[in-house]
Structures are given as C-alpha cells and as structure tokens.
C-alpha cells in the first residue's frame, strides 16, 4: 500500500490542524496504522497508532489529551486530529502502516513522505 500524507500548514500556538493520510490498494483495513513526527535535529518519534478497525488508540504522553488519531477504512484514509497545538510539536508527521499494534517504528515497513506542521508562538 503507498501512503500519502497532507494537511500540513503553519498554525498558531493554541490553534488545531488536521493531517490526513490516504493509502492506495484495497488492503487498507489489514493494517495498523500510525504517525510519527521528527522536528529538525531530533529523532524521529512515536505520536499514535490505531488499530485495524479504528476500535483503539494509543498516545504518545507529550500528545495525549490533544491529538486524536482516527481511520475511515471506506475512504482508505487515516488522521490525525491536533489541537491545543504547542511550538514543540513543529515537526515533519509522517504516517506509516504495519502489521502489529506497537509504538516502535521498526514495526512499520511501509511510509508516507510526510508532511510538514510549523507551530509558531
């Protein structure tokens, strides 16, 4: 499946953006979805991942109570709902699709190019 990740912009602190991923391919409800996100200088990092059928989710702490992560299987598409947003999440957001329900990106064989989010303060 080919990921493509969008929604990307510069938002205000305390403002709310929307990134989407859509995949091609009809397998789209046989994975586990996830974002990562990597600001410059730093590692990439875990922010969520749902599974399959959308039914549970998991948070990164620095996110959790802000962002939500979400998945349309009939539109083969997968969010990220960020609000609340703070300078510290500016980061590049990447999505990604594996098979098993983990936070470590070694999990995940399959990536978005990502897209870019610039919080300013």
């Known amino acids: 499946v080919q990921l493509q990740a969008c929604g990307g912009g510069l938002v205000q602190a305390g403002g709310s953006l929307r990134v989407s991923c859509a995949a091609s391919?009809?397998?789209?409800?046989?994975?586990?979805m996830a974002w990562f996100r990597q600001a410059p200088g730093k590692e990439r990092e875990f922010v969520a991942v749902?599974?399959?059928?959308?039914?549970?989710?998991d948070y990164a702490d620095s996110v959790k109570g802000r962002f939500t992560i979400s998945r349309d299987n009939a539109k083969n598409t997968v969010y990220l709902q960020m609000n609340s947003l703070k300078p510290e999440d500016t980061a590049v957001y990447y999505c990604?699709?594996?098979?098993?329900?983990?936070?470590?990106?070694?999990?995940?064989?399959?990536w978005g190019q990502g897209t870019k989010v610039t919080v300013s303060s």
């Open positions: 391919g009809r397998a789209f409800s046989n994975y586990v």
């Open positions: 749902i599974t399959r059928s959308g039914g549970n989710s």
């Open positions: 990604a699709s594996g098979s098993y329900y983990l936070r470590a990106s070694q999990a995940y064989n399959n």
